[in-house]
């Protein structure tokens, strides 16, 4: 069962007024500083994107735990043990909701406690002393490929498909070929010791995928400037129910940034709702949640956080 440290959301009925809610623990409210020195999982080999949106958040400093499974990632994330935590990609601008990891969310004990918007910036790296005309083939994962495929269009290039772009940069280095590219990262270039011999090869410039920070809940910190939430509800079906929990969220004034609806097993059709909720301060959510519980079945909150489309880069 998730432990949920924002518990007092669903249980509003016990402590009506926030502020003895807040008095009481059930929010840490002081500034979040970035912390320094973590471990966190990622999916993927060092040098891929996820290691570059692990470094946007925390700093340079902190380690990867490469995993090759978004489950592997989970688990490690949860294991005191094994990490600090972990990141792991939700959706991208281009390709949408990456849903199984909605759900491996769901089941986890682990709470959002930030998020990154990562541009992604493909480029073709080659070893050093390599020219465009020494290639053959260009080596990669196959979306990176699809999102760069106006520029391999201009030369008769074998596309080759592999797990990861940073295991595709990391075999390019080892293999010391002269005629094989790799498309992947500026940070894998900079770790196996390659040249990038074209930049900014993908053919969509605005293409971000947003990274979720992930912490084990019972060290989970509100920071006291958090405007934005991920929760879980689901109601009774019946109709208009969802209508009536969205004009709740409106009429309290907060964004709902996205709506994703999902399958709960072993029901005939029924449905579970996640959804983001931006807003301009704690109280405002609070409210509006307290009122959402008696609209709703079920209602969990996966993190409250700070927008990181405010740091998007």
């Known amino acids: 069962m998730r432990r949920d440290p924002y518990s007092c959301l669903r249980n509003g009925k016990e402590r009506n007024n926030i502020e003895s809610r807040r008095e009481a623990g059930f929010f840490i409210m002081k500034k979040k500083e970035q912390p320094t020195g973590k471990r966190v999982s990622i999916q993927g080999f060092e040098g891929s994107f996820h290691q570059v949106a692990a470094r946007q958040y925390f700093g340079k400093e902190v380690e990867v735990i490469p995993c090759s499974t978004f489950r592997e990632v989970i688990r490690i994330a949860g294991s ?170 409106a009429d309290g004034g907060i964004n709902l940034s996205k709506l994703q609806s999902f399958p709960i097993p072993g029901s005939d059709f029924k449905y579970s709702f996640h959804a983001d909720m931006e807003f301009d301060h704690l109280e405002q959510f609070e409210q509006v949640v307290e009122k959402l519980r008696s609209l709703t079945a079920s209602f969990n909150v996966y993190g409250v956080y700070k927008n990181g489309m405010e740091k998007k880069s």
């Open 80 to 249: 005191r043990k094994e990490s600090d935590g972990g990141v792991m990609a939700i959706e991208n601008s281009i390709a949408g909701s990456i849903l199984p990891n909605y759900n491996l969310l769901q089941k986890s004990s682990l709470q959002v406690t930030g998020e990154v918007y990562l541009q992604i910036r493909q480029n073709l790296l080659v070893n050093p002393g390599v020219e465009l005309e020494d290639i053959r083939e260009v080596h990669s994962h196959p979306m990176a490929l699809q999102q760069c495929l106006d520029f391999l269009d201009k030369y008769n290039w074998k596309l080759v498909e592999t797990e990861d772009t940073a295991l595709s940069a990391r075999q390019l280095q080892q293999k010391r070929s002269k005629h094989v590219a790799a498309i992947a990262s500026k940070l894998a270039a900079e770790m196996f010791g390659l040249e990038v011999l074209a930049p900014n090869i993908h053919t969509m410039k605005n293409n971000y995928t947003r990274f979720l920070i992930l912490e084990r809940a019972d060290e989970a910190v509100v920071a006291a400037d958090a405007n934005k939430a991920s929760v879980n509800f689901h109601t009774d079906h019946s109709r208009g129910s969802l209508a009536r929990v969205l004009s709740k969220i």
